[in-house]
């Protein structure tokens, strides 16, 4: 069977200091892979989506950016975290095949706090 | 890509059926319609989609209007641990699902 695994699950980081989110994916060859972020008390927003190794597209211009080095996994990163950074982080993965209509898997996320 | 209208909380009793309203007037007609839920510091959760046909899973039913302009999700016997966030998200190429605000559902013992 297929799993997610997101770690770490809590993070404390300081302003200015990088960032390393990482996500593998298992029991599954060439999924879509994705970054979403939930603000406090907010909706999720898609911050990344990768259909490929190499291939990253970026939904909003922001202080991140993602790499997928290998085809079940996916790095969330930045150089120098700001405030607005903290958040849940989630990364989801979804068959390749039949892309428009399957289901996202999410991790269990992220939860960021930028001092 | 298409928007969504839900309400922003619903309540339910326990054992009671749940009937969470989802309005997608500018849906495409190629869109599937996707909803999940999210329960406290966790992902979310797919429940159930479809695309014109009602869908029954064992989770819940989706019951999807003729014109696809709105969708209801059923949930049949509501317990405790339904209680939790509810998303109506239609889809898009390269299954990139945005997520709206969500309806928070309250069930009550």
């Known amino acids: 069977s297929q799993t997610i695994h997101q770690w770490p699950a809590t993070l404390v980081q300081p302003v200015g200091s990088p960032l390393s989110l990482e996500c593998t994916v298992e029991?599954?060859?060439?999924?879509?892979l994705y970054w979403y972020r939930q603000a406090a008390g907010r909706g999720l927003q898609l911050l990344f989506y990768?259909?490929?190794?190499?291939?990253i597209s970026s939904e909003v211009p922001q202080n991140l950016s993602a790499s997928r080095p290998q085809d079940r996994q996916f790095i969330l990163s930045s150089k120098k975290l700001l405030l607005s950074d903290s958040g849940f982080y989630l990364c989801a993965w979804k068959g390749s095949i039949g892309a428009y209509n399957s289901p996202l898997h999410f991790g269990n996320g992220t939860r960021l706090t930028v001092t | 890509d298409a928007k969504t209208t839900q309400p922003n909380s619903m309540e339910s009793n326990e054992e009671e059926p749940v009937h969470l309203p989802c309005n997608h007037s500018?849906?495409?007609?190629?869109?599937?319609i996707h909803w999940y839920r999210q329960l406290p510091s966790q992902g979310p959760e797919y429940v159930i989609h479809g695309l014109t046909s009602n869908v029954n899973n064992r989770m819940a039913s989706l019951a999807i209007a003729e014109d696809r302009k709105s969708s209801t999700l059923i949930l049949h016997r509501a317990t405790l641990r339904d209680a939790a966030v509810y998303y109506c998200i239609p889809g898009t190429s390269y299954g990139k699902l945005t997520f709206g605000q969500g309806t928070i559902l309250t069930v009550h013992p």
């Open positions: 500018t849906i495409s007609g190629t869109d599937y």
């Open positions: 029991g599954t060859s060439n999924p879509n």
């Open positions: 990768s259909v490929g190794i190499g291939q």
